[in-house]
């Protein structure tokens, strides 16, 4: 049977890119550690490591590189259980675990830090950026307490709690565009413009894609991005527009570049989601009814 100890000696080979360092960093001997990882490779039916002819160092084999995510989850979720039950009787320290994508939002999540860190100075925060979906995969793994999610992805299982503000949908173009004289952009003045995406369903995606669709209007999506300063690389080069929220828009160094937000007005609004059926943290519980004072 697997061992939560040997998770932690294969994780510090690959750390260590090592196997005699990592013995060393583990106070064991390396036949000791040597052996440990053949009887895992052996238990797995998988060889996770490539050893060098010379003995100087290791790498992950593509089993490897899955098996090591894998551990990486289950040491983490481990170390998160051990530190919550520890800190459950006095609840004077604790741990709060937040996924989130880059937006405003992230001010009031940060007001009830500040409050929660005020009245709990032993409470510690973790955040997680990522897009939606991995937040929510996260999320169910047990790894964060909350995600915040942009509305249009589906979080009919989760308990949820509307945060209160919302990003500016958009377009992206050159100043030397014609829709640049525009003070707003109706969708109907994108048709036949190459137009890229966010490719998230985060961000602009979700409002931005359902928006299209209800509108009628035959837009060329020519393309989708998942960082948008790469697509605002391509439409300064002279592909089109890209449709984005007003935040990510202002961080693009571009000066040749202008964001038009989108008339009728749409905004992307966000949530803070949970598990459900699961309870919340000592910690994680705290901060939640912190934050619904906002």
Known sequence: MMELRVLRYFLAVVREQSISRAADALHVTQPT????????????????????????????????????????????????????????????????????????????????????????????????????????????????????????????????????????????????????????????????????VSQQQGAASAANMQMIKESGVALDVAGTYNLLYNAAVLVSGGFGAALCIELYAKRIPHSQLVFLPLEPQAETRWNLVWRNGTELSPAAAFFLEELQKE
């Open 33 to 196: 550690l040597s052996r440990q990882l053949m009887d895992l490779e052996e238990e797995l039916g998988v060889r996770l490591l490539e050893r060098s002819r010379h003995g100087k160092g290791v790498t992950l084999t593509d089993a490897g590189v899955r098996f090591c995510n894998r551990a990486e989850e289950i040491v983490k979720l481990a170390d998160m259980t051990c530190a919550e039950f520890r800190s459950a009787d006095g609840n004077d320290e604790g741990d709060i675990y937040i996924g989130a994508g880059e937006s405003p939002v992230m001010r009031i999540i940060t007001n009830a830090a500040v409050r929660v860190r005020n009245r709990r100075p032993k409470f510690r925060f973790h955040l997680f950026s990522s897009n939606s979906f991995l937040l929510l995969e996260r999320l169910d793994r047990g790894l964060l307490d909350f995600a915040v999610i942009v509305d249009g992805v589906d979080i009919e299982k989760y308990q949820s709690l509307q945060l209160a503000h919302g990003d500016r949908c958009g377009v992206l173009v050159r100043k030397d565009s014609p829709l640049a004289k525009k003070r707003h952009v109706a969708l109907s003045d994108l048709a036949g413009i190459p137009l890229l």
